[in-house]
């Protein structure tokens, strides 16, 4: 080993092990038990069914044993990882704790402490590229691109500055989008999509925030490929935050089935210089949401969902600033 390469080695387990020698030693399995975090929030814990029930005076989580579904407050939030019995009692990954349950708990402790004064919406698609497409022939990437000038509207009547990757109907690439968003300097990115699936039975909204590295996604279970750390992945604990804002306000005001909080490796995700989501607003492959997608009232009731949720996320940014 080189002399120079061999130092600066030396100096970053020197300071790995400085900042969490037992990280350094199991990094992806380390658990943390319900019972601990039940004393941390100070909440009475019960159990119903196959599911663990914790609540306090504010909040409430529920982890389902054996699985990836847990809810916080009702909102379905999926860990990376399924909550296992250890140790006498059930516990989840650290991971899932410090970059899914507590951001959203306590946010005031993760968010930047920057004001967001720029947010990009994305509307997937365009051009040559239509997206997914319903039986009534209608067209993900016009539905979207409504969805996105609705949102758009919302956020300017709040005074929040709003730039697009796209206005009208182009196509871009993944790797436009994301560096549009660099290059306008954007504190938050959102993506708004609708979904496609094989059965038609498949309804509900659902968004997306990154996966954490190492880990699987919500969509894939035990994929292989890259799991590295991305550009992405340096915003794990905001995203977290702005994804389960967006959800919560999605799924109260399209009153769609509540699919969840998940977890992928979208590219637009991946190479988001900023905290980042995903929104599906919708399954045109299910012949009732494909003609809600083309109904104002419903397309409305979507945007003020995501639009809610921007403006949640921006909100308790301006209150840890305090
Ligand atoms: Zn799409």
Not at 136 to 139: G, Q
Not at 165 to 168: N, V
């Given at each position: 080993m080189h002399l120079t390469t061999r130092q600066l080695f030396l100096s970053h387990v020197v300071l790995l092990a400085g900042s969490s020698a037992s990280a350094l030693a199991a990094p992806a399995s380390k658990t943390v038990s319900l019972s601990y975090i039940a004393r941390l929030y100070s909440m009475r814990t019960s159990v119903s069914g196959k599911k663990v029930v914790m609540k306090n005076k504010w909040n409430n989580i529920e982890v389902e044993t054996n699985s990836r579904r847990a809810w916080v407050n009702g909102v379905m939030v999926w860990l990376h990882h399924p909550c296992r019995k250890a140790g006498g009692g059930w516990a989840i990954r650290e991971l899932d704790f410090k970059k899914g349950i507590d951001p959203i708990l306590r946010s005031y402790a993760y968010v930047?402490?920057?004001?967001?004064?720029m947010v990009v919406l994305d509307p997937g698609h365009g051009g040559k590229d239509p997206g997914a497409v319903g039986t009534?022939?209608?067209?993900e990437k016009k539905a979207v691109l409504s969805i996105a000038n609705r949102v758009k509207a919302h956020l300017e009547a709040k005074k929040i500055p709003v730039r697009m990757?796209?206005?009208?109907d182009v196509y871009l690439t993944l790797n436009q989008r994301s560096d549009y968003a660099a290059k306008v300097g954007a504190d938050l990115f959102v993506s708004i999509h609708a979904d496609s699936a094989e059965a038609s039975s498949a309804n509900g909204v659902e968004t997306f925030t990154m996966t954490a590295a190492g880990c699987d996604s919500s969509n894939y279970y035990g994929q292989s490929g890259d799991k590295s750390t991305k550009r992405?992945?340096?915003y794990d604990a905001a995203n977290a935050v702005l994804g389960f804002s967006i959800q919560s306000n999605l799924v109260k005001m399209s009153k769609r089935s509540d699919r969840g909080l998940r977890r992928a490796r979208f590219a637009v995700l991946k190479n988001a210089p900023c905290p980042a989501a995903l929104v599906e607003c919708?399954?045109?492959?299910n012949p009732e949401e494909e003609a809600l997608m083309i109904d104002p009232n419903y397309r409305e009731a979507v945007a003020r969902g995501i639009s809610n949720g921007i403006l949640g996320y921006i909100t308790l940014v301006n209150r840890a600033r305090k």
């Open positions: 930047p402490t920057k004001k967001p004064n009534r022939k209608v067209y990757t796209r206005t009208t992405g992945n340096q919708g399954f045109l492959s």
